[in-house]
């Protein structure tokens, strides 16, 4: 929609330029009127960029590797937990060693997160029925993914403002 309105907004800018200053005054190189900037016709996608606009204090993934990730400009190694903003080591250093213990902190964490983004390392592994049933238990919903799209989940949902959580094993875990 914002596509369509700015491509009908492009002639409309372009006669009145037309009939503002004619083309033997463009060509002047001293003129005395400068020429309206464009961006005005464009302004909507301004109010698109995300990216450009996240506060200093919002946890920000910017990159993985085999042994770690990189958290707004730092270098972290191993497992990650991230709860909202705030962002912890983790112990697990395989997908078995996920278990109730070792996510406990989220009986006490308040506002209980809406969803846990599990971010298994390479692959998608999936979850016991006991660990399964320790999530819905705080209230949470689960979702499984690999780190490098649990990740990138995670800057989406946290940019929007959700209360999100995170616990994830380094990209280059298999099992």
């Known amino acids: 929609?914002?596509?369509?309105?700015?491509?009908?907004?492009?002639?409309?800018?372009?006669?009145?330029?037309?009939?503002?200053?004619?083309?033997?005054?463009?060509?002047?190189?001293?003129?005395?009127?400068?020429?309206?900037?464009?961006r005005r016709a464009f302004s909507l996608y301004d109010q698109i960029n995300l990216i450009d606009n996240v506060p200093e204090d919002q946890l920000r993934f910017q990159g993985y590797t085999d042994t770690g990730f990189t958290v707004n400009g730092v270098n972290h190694?191993?497992?990650?937990?991230?709860?909202?903003?705030?962002?912890?080591?983790?112990?697990?250093?395989?997908?078995?060693?996920?278990?109730?213990?070792s996510l406990s902190i989220f009986q006490i964490v308040r506002p209980i997160p809406?969803?846990?983004i599990l971010g298994c390392g390479r692959n998608i592994i999936p979850v016991s029925p006991e660990l399964q049933q320790f999530i819905r238990s705080t209230g949470m919903k689960l979702e499984t993914l690999d780190s490098r799209n649990a990740t990138s989940t995670y800057n989406i949902l946290n940019e929007e403002g959700r209360i999100v959580a995170a616990a994830l094993l380094p990209y280059g875990i298999l099992s």
């Not at 409309?12 to 463009?26: D, F, M, Y």
């Not at 497992?79 to 213990?101: A, H, M, Q, R, Y």
């Open 77 to 101: 190694e191993g497992s990650l937990l991230c709860v909202g903003n705030l962002l912890t080591s983790w112990s697990p250093t395989k997908f078995s060693e996920i278990t109730p213990d």
């Open 1 to 38: 929609m914002a596509g369509r309105r700015a491509a009908e907004s492009l002639p409309k800018l372009i006669r009145t330029l037309q009939k503002e200053s004619p083309s033997t005054t463009l060509l002047k190189p001293n003129r005395s009127q400068a020429l309206p900037s464009l």
């Open 114 to 116: 809406e969803l846990l």
